[in-house]
């Protein structure tokens, strides 16, 4: 199985067997140039010529393919990808062609859900919620056993629920969304407003020192004790653990896994997150529901994409 995950920076691609293990992965760099009209044509370039080092194109039963935005799985249609410039794109049409195979495609966030389920934290639950923090803030929700993708892909959307009304604006178009808190970006923001609010403390030091700042600085002047940072990530912890708790009163999860690029952050983020999960969920949920951080960091778009193939083609004579 070949599994995509497209991202606006790099496209990463895995050969992954029947038992979600990854043979040989690789990535490219996302060409964005031109509504990125070539991304699917380099990505097919980049399969075969590392096919023909690798093994027989033959031995690949089908492709899964991750992309950022708003996905129709049924249809294969991308309707809005900002992050690589898609709108309304045929992307398993596209692909199929090219490659004359099989193409399942996903929201990434979602087969970043799928792949932990399998062979991540999840542990094979029926209901689970997986949150990313990174750039932006995704989410992906298994209920019952099958991935939630909506009435048109936007299911497992939790960065944009609203946050705070007063907040910063979002890509979206509406204002405070979680993604514009929770994230990387977010919590940046966040703590340059208490730099112009303090401008003799050692967070502004810090970036008056080195002309930029980071979430993961912010998390570590947390740990020397600086008060500043710790009122960020206090009211970002805050702030998710109530919408997450909101969330998870939907569907009832055994398991909320947080991932993405801020989860590096580590046991003292996933510790305050799990005390505002707690603070404002009905106890009957907590009760029965673990948070833990994600266990396959980058590998998680690739693992997801070819459990999509697996999913679809079990029942079909090739994976006999």
Not at 73 to 78: D, F, N, R, T
Not at 195 to 218: C, F, M, Q, R, V
Not at 228 to 240: F, M, W
Request: charged fraction near 20%; hydrophobic fraction near 35%.
């Amino acid at each position: 199985m070949i599994g995509i995950d497209i991202g606006g920076t790099t496209v990463k691609i895995g050969l992954v067997n029947h038992n979600g293990e990854i043979r040989y992965k690789w990535e490219i760099p996302t060409n964005k140039d031109n509504l990125g009209e070539t991304i699917i044509d380099d990505v097919w370039t980049s399969v075969t010529d590392t096919l023909a080092k690798q093994q027989n194109k033959s031995e690949i039963i089908g492709i899964g393919v991750g992309a950022p935005g708003f996905v129709n799985p049924e249809a294969g249609i991308v309707y809005e990808a900002v992050n690589v410039g898609w709108r309304n794109f045929n992307l398993k049409d596209e692909l199929e062609r090219l490659s004359n195979l099989p193409v399942f495609i996903e929201n990434d966030a979602n087969l970043a859900a799928l792949a932990e389920n399998w062979k991540g934290s999840g542990d094979h639950s029926k209901d689970m919620m997986l949150i990313t923090l990174g750039t932006g803030v995704g989410g992906g929700v298994i209920a019952n056993g099958e991935i939630l993708s909506g009435t048109n892909g936007t299911a497992g959307e939790i960065g944009h629920i609203i946050g705070d009304p007063n907040g910063y604006p979002c890509n979206c178009g509406r204002v405070g969304c979680l993604d514009t808190i929770a994230s990387a970006t977010g919590i940046v923001q966040q703590a340059l407003d208490k730099i112009e609010e303090n401008p003799e403390s050692t967070l502004a030091s810090h970036y008056k020192k080195h002309g930029k700042l980071e979430a993961k600085d912010i998390f570590q002047f947390v740990e020397t004790g600086d008060r500043l940072s710790e009122s960020v990530i206090n009211r970002t912890t805050d702030i998710l653990g109530r919408i997450i708790a909101s969330a998870a009163t939907v569907i009832n999860p055994s398991r909320i896994i947080i991932g993405g690029g801020v989860s590096k952050a580590g046991g003292p983020l996933l510790s305050k997150i799990k005390k505002n999960f707690r603070k404002y969920s009905l106890p009957r949920i907590s009760d029965c529901c673990e948070v833990k951080l994600a266990q396959l960091g980058n590998d998680a778009g690739i693992i997801g994409a070819s459990y999509l193939v697996k999913k679809n083609l079990e029942k079909t004579p090739l994976m006999l």
